[in-house]
């Protein structure tokens, strides 16, 4: 069955960067895209960005160019999400979640979350 | 970029009750249009895809319609375990995409 596995929680200090794991499962890697997704504390669901494990393409919402990084490693089925110059208000869960290429406006899948806590 | 804003914001009901959310996109998305169910601690749950169709596994008291800019999600017989916060999700502007405030469905 499709799996996506994240890394732990992580607490960081300001300005601090954080790489966050999502490792796959139970499919092609490069069948299927990946998106990471936040929620703050309380708060609701916000898009940070996309992979194509394929080819390694990514897109991200505009908030956070310039912050976030999204690489992929097909020989572990793995997708990282970095985020750098930490700010408080980036502490939130992360997930990371799956949509085939054929069906690419669901998400079917997604990981557990890890919480990334920024704080001096 | 596309707002999704959805209505109300929490709603109390009673199980057996029917429940009605609204989602409006801020311009047309055609009918990219996700709902997802989530529960405390828990992941995203997606329920419906493509405006009206029903995920694999949800029950058939979950439905979706709309078109456009104007989309809703009704639960025609609420159940306990329906106690939960729902979420739409444009796809329109894939890779993209945009989430609604979300709903508080609480028990009343």
């Known amino acids: 069955q499709v799996q996506l596995v994240q890394s732990g929680a992580e607490v960081k200090k300001p300005g601090a960067s954080v790489k966050v794991s999502c490792k796959a499962s139970g499919y092609t890697f490069s069948d299927y895209y990946i998106h990471w997704v936040r929620q703050a504390p309380g708060q609701g669901l916000e898009w940070v960005g996309w992979i194509n494990p394929n080819n390694g393409g990514t897109n991200s919402a505009q908030k956070f160019q310039g912050r976030v990084t999204m690489t992929r490693d097909t020989s572990i089925s793995t997708a990282y999400m970095e985020l750098s110059s930490l700010r408080s208000d980036d502490t939130a869960v992360y997930f990371c979640?799956?949509?085939?290429?054929?069906?690419?406006?669901?998400?079917?899948?997604w990981g557990q979350g890890t919480l990334v806590t920024v704080s001096s | 970029d596309i707002q999704m804003t959805q209505s109300p914001s929490s709603v109390s009901a009673s199980v057996g009750d029917r429940v009605t959310i609204t989602c409006r996109a801020s311009q047309g998305i055609s009918s990219w249009l996700a709902w997802y169910q989530q529960k405390p601690g828990k992941a995203p749950k997606l329920l419906i895809f493509?405006?009206?169709n029903l995920q694999s596994g949800v029950p058939s008291r979950f439905s979706g319609s709309g078109s456009g800019t104007d989309f809703s999600l009704t639960i025609s017989s609420l159940q306990p375990e329906d106690f939960a916060t729902y979420y739409c999700?444009?796809?329109?502007?894939?890779?993209?995409?945009?989430f609604g405030g979300g709903t508080k469905v609480e028990i009343k």
């Open positions: 999700q444009q796809a329109n502007t894939f890779p993209a995409l945009t």
């Open positions: 493509a405006t009206s």
């Open positions: 979640s799956s949509c085939s290429r054929s069906t690419w406006f669901k998400n079917d899948f």
